[in-house]
């Protein structure tokens, strides 16, 4: 008799189920069962891909089913990644993963930038704060936006300051809280993120090193991955930007170039935002943040040492500071007599510590931003 969908979920569901709960032998017969139930499936696929992702699930399956054996010889308990409390879908409860915030950081906290925050003002946060007048000229609320830049560069605070621009609750994801070697579980996580941001009257999700969850299809082998890219594809296609729900998903990313293509068409990420290097305003006022709380000498020249960052990131720049600051830190410790901060410790981390971001990096994402590869 040919098995159903319903015969192998019911199995894997029962597999899972037993594993979490340690006993590994049901666990290990289930997810057998299971495994088999999807090959005879794969037999009667209609096309050969059908074929290859159920062969590849049942692969999975068994992998698992070997684990088991492992598992119960070691005497180890369920990996703790894996929750006990199970909704209807039989994946871990939202509640368990996904991280709301309401962030206390504005445009006024991110230093320089200023022609990126008009940008994200004209096309994302107007259309938020003035919803009369957008839905007046047709202007969709809500949609996408990449982040992308060098490391350091403060995709992170700026997708806070977003959030906090147009007061809204920030869900902060990463790849690693959506994946899951559950079979069929990473979809289901993206649609319970995506649902409980529906929730809010006012929602950002931001995903951090998002092409690690959405990487280009042809270069990536997953199956698992190749359930996950179109999961998301349809999450953002069914956003309701006319609606008082309407909904920002903010991705961030240090390689734009290895993102799928779907996923940079116009109706999903519509907004491309390029965080480059810090000007000579910024640096500026990152060091009046990083340095305005210690005691400085009077020989530290702000201006001078502008000129000198040229080149570092936001990043490089705090952990500069931060270098420099240990220098007498270290020498009061030693029993001298303590003292501020002076140009010439400044200098000497700076002349041993070389900016992170090469000008090779710099040239690829100049590519980028010209031709979108």
């Known amino acids: 008799m040919a098995v159903s969908i ?105 230093a320089g930038l200023d022609d990126v925050k008009e940008e994200i003002r004209l096309k994302m946060i107007y259309p938020f704060t003035h919803p009369e007048l957008a839905q007046r000229y047709g202007i969709n609320v809500g949609g996408g936006i990449l982040l992308y830049g060098p490391p350091g560069t403060g995709k992170t605070m700026m997708a806070k300051a977003i959030a906090k621009e147009i007061d809204a609750t920030f869900f902060v994801i990463s790849p690693a809280q959506v994946m899951s070697k559950w079979v069929g579980e990473a979809e289901q996580n993206i649609r319970k993120l995506f649902d409980a941001a529906k929730a809010e009257a006012q929602a950002v999700i931001f995903i951090d090193e998002i092409d690690a969850l959405v990487p280009r299809r042809k270069s990536d082998s997953s199956t698992v991955m190749a359930r996950v890219v179109p999961q998301i594809l349809q999450e953002l296609e069914g956003f309701d930007r006319k609606g008082g729900r309407a909904l920002l998903l903010i991705g961030a990313t240090n390689r734009p170039w290895m993102l799928d293509e779907a996923i940079m068409r116009p109706g999903r990420f519509d907004t491309k935002v390029h965080l480059g290097l810090p000007d000579a305003p910024a640096r500026f006022k990152l060091l009046e943040i990083h340095l305005g709380d210690r005691p400085v000498a009077e020989d530290v020249d702000f201006g001078a040492l502008c000129d000198g960052l040229a080149g570092y990131s936001g990043a490089d720049i705090k952990n500069l500071v931060q270098q420099a600051a240990a220098i007498p830190f270290m020498e009061g410790v030693a029993g001298g007599e303590p003292r501020p901060i002076s140009a010439k410790d400044l200098a000497s981390v700076i002349e041993a510590t070389l900016p992170s971001v090469s000008q090779a990096d710099l040239a690829r994402y100049r590519k980028f931003e010209d031709t979108g590869t």
């Open 6 to 110: 319903a015969t192998f979920e019911r199995l894997k569901s029962k597999g899972v189920a037993a594993y979490k709960k340690g006993d590994y032998l049901a666990a290990k017969t289930y997810l057998v069962e299971a495994a088999e139930c999807m090959v005879e499936l794969a037999e009667g696929a209609k096309t050969p891909e059908a074929r290859r992702q159920h062969e590849e699930i049942a692969a999975e399956l068994i992998d698992l089913a070997k684990d088991c054996d492992q598992a119960k010889k070691s005497g180890r308990k369920p990996r703790a990644r894996v929750k006990e409390k199970d909704d209807d879908s039989g994946g871990t409860e939202a509640s368990d993963w996904i991280v709301r915030d309401k962030p206390d950081i504005g445009f006024d906290d991110i």
